[in-house]
């Protein structure tokens, strides 16, 4: 069904993309038969490559990618045109900024966690443990000073970054036995990578770094027990309930997880104006419309989840939610006395979550917990 969604779209789009540019080589043809009338000569189109770090339409992030792209396709009327690009299509995954940084594409897209190696301040652009909710996030970056802080942070490299949409809360992971105290995460070997696999090592867990295409046979043959991915309707697709039975929750590691675009800072301000306002409209818009389709298909996968594959949907014990958000503390402590910018990033968004948590919890908390008792 999903696999035949995709042909589908992969259909559209390719018939979409034929036709935009059968209209510019007619365009182009009229132009240049009316040289000696008065009709304007139309600017060549621009054709962009972005390149990403998820295989090629990968559910929900590599489509959000798609999206993004064909909006600017469109909106441009082929004025502009983004063809994208799969991991290892022209650079490997973890290679995207660098490509993007060098001009080999004009765009990527990603999660600025990915470059956490070479900048330790990129992981807050995404996510950290105990963090942002997903309208949190998005309040700190639009209007507050998330964007301006990751501008700074990506200036040197002549990238210009952007929220490029947004998973929602994602879950606390698959286990083969069930986790009921601090003592059964000790000698655990689990996949998370990031800072929450950091504060994982502090408890005991040998944490592993499995790539995501070798991630279900891993769990499947117990050489790992336990693998965070994202959520319902990701791992629903990639089938780990047939490799463990507990799906823990919260995601305490990644309340939500904010995905990242990247734009050469030469082949943008290279643009006209309004191909410059259409990019940034674009983005937005692929932006509230990966949380929008996350939050719609994450529903819908857990219940297919619990219901038809008879999955424990369980929760961390206060004993456990408690130790690990000391920990998360503790790691995140390290990671800011060690990087000033990081520190700085950090900094801003300890303040505004403190700040933010007052009308969340008066607001939303509030009306979800009423909800849920009237409703059973
Ligand atoms: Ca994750």
Redesign the pocket.
């Known amino acids: 069904m999903k696999r035949r969604e995709f042909l589908t779209w992969a259909g559209a789009a390719g018939i979409a993309a034929t036709a935009l540019s059968g209209c510019n080589s007619e365009r182009d043809d009229a132009a240049s038969s009316a040289d000696a009338g008065a009709a304007p000569t139309p600017a060549e189109p621009i054709r962009w490559k972005m390149v990403t770090t998820w295989p090629k339409n990968f559910p929900g992030l590599g489509t959000g990618a798609n999206n993004m792209a064909r909006y600017i396709t469109e909106m441009s009327n082929g004025r502009l045109t983004v063809d994208v690009y799969g991991a290892g299509e022209i650079v490997p995954a973890l290679e995207v900024f660098d490509a993007v940084k060098a001009g080999t594409a004009q765009m990527g897209h990603g999660a600025a966690y990915y470059w956490q190696g070479k900048m330790p301040a990129a992981a807050f652009f995404a996510a950290f443990p105990f963090g942002l909710t997903a309208d949190e996030m998005n309040g700190w970056l639009y209007h507050g000073e998330g964007i301006e802080l990751w501008e700074e942070l990506y200036a040197p490299h002549g990238v210009i970054p952007r929220p490029g949409g947004n998973t929602g809360p994602?879950m606390g992971g698959w286990f083969r036995k069930p986790i009921e105290s601090l003592d059964d995460f000790k000698g655990l070997k689990m996949r998370l990578p990031g800072i929450g696999g950091e504060v994982l090592r502090q408890l005991g867990v040998t944490v592993v770094n499995t790539p995501g295409g070798e991630l279900f046979q891993a769990l499947n043959d117990g050489t790992i027990d336990a693998a965070?991915?994202?959520g319902p309707f990701n791992d629903l697709a990639f089938g780990f309930h047939r490799a463990a039975k507990y799906y823990y929750a919260p995601g305490w590691?990644?309340p939500s997880?904010t995905m990242e675009a990247l734009i050469n800072q030469d082949a943008f301000e290279a643009l006209p104006e309004d191909l410059q306002r259409i990019v940034e409209g674009a983005i937005r818009m692929a932006n509230a419309d990966m949380l929008a389709e996350f939050t719609a298909r994450n529903n819908r996968a857990l219940k297919t989840l619990v219901e038809d594959h008879g999955v424990e949907l369980r929760y961390f014990s206060d004993e456990i939610m408690a130790a690990l958000f000391e920990t998360s503390n503790e790691v995140l402590a390290g990671i800011t006395a060690d990087d000033p910018f990081a520190a700085r990033v950090y900094d801003s968004l300890s303040a505004y979550r403190r700040d933010v948590r007052q009308w969340t919890e008066s607001s939303e908390l509030e009306f979800v917990k009423a909800r849920q008792r009237y409703l059973g």
């Open positions: 994602q965070e991915w994202v590691q990644e997880a």
